[in-house]
């Protein structure tokens, strides 16, 4: 009898546990998220000492790994090109600007994505919720066609929170389809994604790459979110009322930044929504959920903050190419601690495809380095080099920015060595007091400066002149050559 009563209490629990609960069994591969925000600052999270109100974030950051030195590009599309392949941008001619609306310009079909290569280990589906920004004027640059299984969002950056629209025409997306829902976008973005974790869970391992516009420009927030921050509609809004191409034709607060701190709380809060999710369906435990920024603060909005970072968005300074990160992987990671490794957004891919168990590898060499040693503690660190781009390198204590003038918006006189471990606010020029490390530097950097590519992304405004958008911004040309 006793017997039977400890049978009947485990297969109560078998059942109350459900598939999800039971899919967390040894060996399985892990579900992953990565949740990328848009010019966010290292200051705009609590955990950085910042004001704006994120404690989602800073509990994730209690919980998982928070990644202290987390590199990016200087700008967006190179940051998400990278992401997604393993490799520097540079290699396909995206290094310096953005794909804008006006642009022909995709990411080489020859580059092989990475919900591509899980596909290849069992993740049957693989979805791109958010903006994509790689390429939209040729069907073969569609998230569908590069490894996708479902695409819900955005083609261009910088659209409309409220109407979805950029350049006139909504640009608002499921798969192939115009998607004429309504909603603040970063709202619908988190309904997409808690509506997928709901379906893929119990069908094979799922890849979801959440790439929320928040809180890029235009600043626009919700009314329920600005009161946090004291806003009061008989107040004037900031800006002018006819201003509508930069600033959205509602959303706007008081002050600037008001409405950007509401629209960082509202984010935080719909990333909440989907760790929630996670938990209730008892599959957060082997679900590696990722968050990062996808480059630094964009200088002309007030109220972001690169905190102690100098520089922000368009430059390699730390400011610019230094975000908060964060990892957590309960079955697979020791959480609740600082890791201070050297790594960033070309080693997702690899790091990505070794804990799914990605035997094959893609066919263009990878740039990045898988960080799964450090993070599951058989490493204590890896020694290597990480290229910033536009004349900048760093490795795991030393920094050099060139004076060679690759990025205009680095002004300076003479090559800049720093020594970034014990100075984060590159104040202090040590490059004539370690010439033999300035030497190493320098020759590793020419390196990489040099590389060619075949395609270049064109200036940011060549083409704008004269440009009327698609309808609906559906793509229907498909070329077959690159």
């Given at each position: 009898?006793?017997?039977?009563?400890?049978?009947?209490?485990?297969?109560?629990?078998c059942?109350?546990?459900?598939?999800?609960?039971?899919?967390?069994?040894?060996?399985?591969?892990?579900?992953?998220?990565?949740?990328?925000?848009?010019?966010?600052?290292?200051?705009?999270?609590?955990?950085?000492?910042?004001?704006?109100?994120?404690?989602?974030?800073?509990?994730?950051?209690?919980?998982?790994?928070?990644?202290?030195?987390?590199?990016?590009?200087?700008?967006?599309?190179?940051?998400?090109?990278?992401?997604?392949?393993?490799?520097?941008?540079?290699?396909?001619?995206?290094?310096?600007?953005?794909?804008?609306?006006?642009?022909?310009?995709?990411?080489?079909?020859?580059?092989?994505?990475?919900?591509?290569?899980?596909?290849?280990?069992?993740?049957?589906?693989?979805?791109?919720?958010?903006?994509?920004?790689?390429?939209?004027?040729?069907?073969?640059?569609?998230?569908?066609?590069?490894?996708?299984?479902?695409?819900?969002?955005?083609?261009?950056?910088?659209?409309?929170?409220?109407?979805?629209?950029?350049?006139?025409?909504?640009?608002?997306?499921?798969?192939?389809?115009?998607?004429?829902?309504?909603?603040?976008?970063?709202?619908?973005?988190?309904?997409?994604?808690?509506?997928?974790?709901?379906?893929?869970?119990?069908?094979?391992p799922f890849?979801?790459?959440?790439?929320?516009?928040?809180?890029?420009?235009?600043?626009q927030?919700?009314?329920?979110?600005?009161?946090?921050?004291?806003?009061?509609?008989?107040?004037?809004?900031?800006?002018?009322?006819?201003?509508?191409?930069?600033?959205g034709?509602?959303?706007?607060?008081?002050?600037?930044?008001?409405?950007?701190?509401?629209?960082?709380?509202?984010?935080?809060?719909?990333?909440?929504?989907?760790l929630?999710?996670?938990?209730?369906?008892?599959?957060?435990?082997?679900?590696?959920?990722?968050?990062?920024?996808?480059?630094?603060?964009?200088?002309?909005?007030?109220?972001?903050?690169?905190?102690?970072?100098?520089?922000?968005?368009?430059?390699?300074?730390?400011?610019?190419?230094?975000?908060?990160?964060?990892?957590?992987?309960?079955?697979?990671?020791?959480?609740?601690?600082?890791?201070?490794?050297?790594?960033?957004?070309?080693?997702?891919?690899?790091?990505l495809?070794?804990?799914?168990?990605?035997?094959?590898?893609?066919?263009?060499?990878?740039?990045?380095?898988?960080?799964?040693?450090?993070?599951?503690?058989?490493?204590?660190?890896?020694?290597?080099?990480?290229?910033?781009?536009?004349?900048?390198?760093?490795?795991?204590?030393?920094?050099?920015?060139?004076?060679?003038?690759?990025?205009p918006?680095?002004?300076?006189?003479?090559?800049?060595?720093?020594?970034i471990?014990?100075d984060?606010?590159?104040?202090?020029?040590?490059a004539?007091?370690n010439?033999?490390i300035?030497?190493?530097?320098?020759?590793?950097?020419?390196?990489?400066?040099?590389?060619?590519?075949?395609f270049?992304v064109?200036?940011?405004?060549?083409?704008?002149?004269g440009?009327?958008?698609?309808?609906?911004?559906?793509?229907?040309?498909?070329?077959?050559?690159?």
């Amino acid at each position: 009898m006793k017997y039977l009563n400890k049978l009947v209490l485990l297969l109560a629990l078998c059942i109350w546990q459900g598939p999800g609960a039971q899919a967390q069994t040894k060996g399985k591969k892990p579900n992953i998220i990565i949740i990328l925000a848009d010019d966010m600052g290292w200051g705009d999270v609590g955990y950085h000492g910042g004001s704006i109100k994120t404690p989602v974030l800073d509990q994730l950051a209690k919980d998982g790994v928070e990644l202290n030195r987390f590199y990016v590009a200087a700008v967006c599309s190179p940051t998400r090109a990278g992401l997604l392949t393993g490799r520097y941008p540079d290699r396909f001619g995206l290094r310096t600007t953005v794909i804008p609306p006006w642009s022909s310009f995709g990411v080489d079909t020859k580059e092989v994505f990475l919900p591509e290569m899980l596909a290849k280990a069992g993740y049957k589906n693989r979805a791109v919720l958010g903006k994509w920004h790689l390429g939209h004027a040729d069907l073969k640059y569609h998230p569908l066609n590069r490894g996708f299984t479902h695409f819900y969002g955005h083609l261009n950056g910088a659209i409309d929170y409220f109407t979805h629209e950029r350049e006139g025409e909504l640009d608002w997306h499921n798969d192939f389809k115009p998607s004429r829902d309504k909603g603040y976008s970063t709202d619908l973005l988190t309904d997409e994604a808690v509506r997928n974790i709901k379906s893929y869970n119990g069908q094979s391992p799922f890849f979801i790459y959440l790439a929320y516009n928040a809180p890029h420009g235009p600043l626009q927030a919700k009314e329920e979110d600005m009161k946090e921050y004291g806003y009061d509609p008989a107040k004037p809004s900031f800006g002018k009322k006819n201003n509508d191409e930069k600033e959205g034709k509602v959303g706007r607060g008081n002050t600037p930044e008001m409405t950007y701190a509401a629209m960082v709380t509202n984010m935080d809060r719909n990333i909440g929504r989907i760790l929630q999710t996670l938990k209730d369906l008892k599959i957060d435990d082997n679900t590696i959920v990722l968050f990062h920024s996808d480059n630094g603060p964009a200088p002309e909005i007030k109220g972001s903050s690169s905190g102690k970072l100098r520089g922000a968005k368009f430059t390699e300074w730390e400011g610019g190419v230094r975000v908060p990160a964060i990892i957590r992987w309960p079955a697979g990671f020791k959480g609740g601690s600082v890791n201070n490794q050297l790594m960033g957004y070309i080693d997702i891919m690899p790091t990505l495809l070794e804990v799914a168990g990605v035997a094959e590898k893609p066919k263009n060499p990878l740039d990045g380095i898988s960080m799964a040693p450090v993070l599951t503690g058989k490493q204590k660190e890896i020694q290597r080099s990480f290229y910033l781009g536009s004349g900048t390198i760093l490795n795991n204590t030393w920094k050099l920015v060139s004076a060679k003038g690759l990025n205009p918006r680095i002004k300076l006189d003479e090559d800049h060595l720093f020594q970034i471990v014990k100075d984060p606010s590159e104040k202090n020029n040590v490059a004539q007091a370690n010439p033999a490390i300035y030497a190493d530097l320098k020759k590793q950097l020419d390196v990489f400066d040099n590389i060619k590519s075949p395609f270049e992304v064109p200036p940011y405004g060549e083409g704008r002149k004269g440009f009327v958008a698609p309808k609906d911004w559906q793509i229907t040309q498909h070329t077959g050559k690159k």
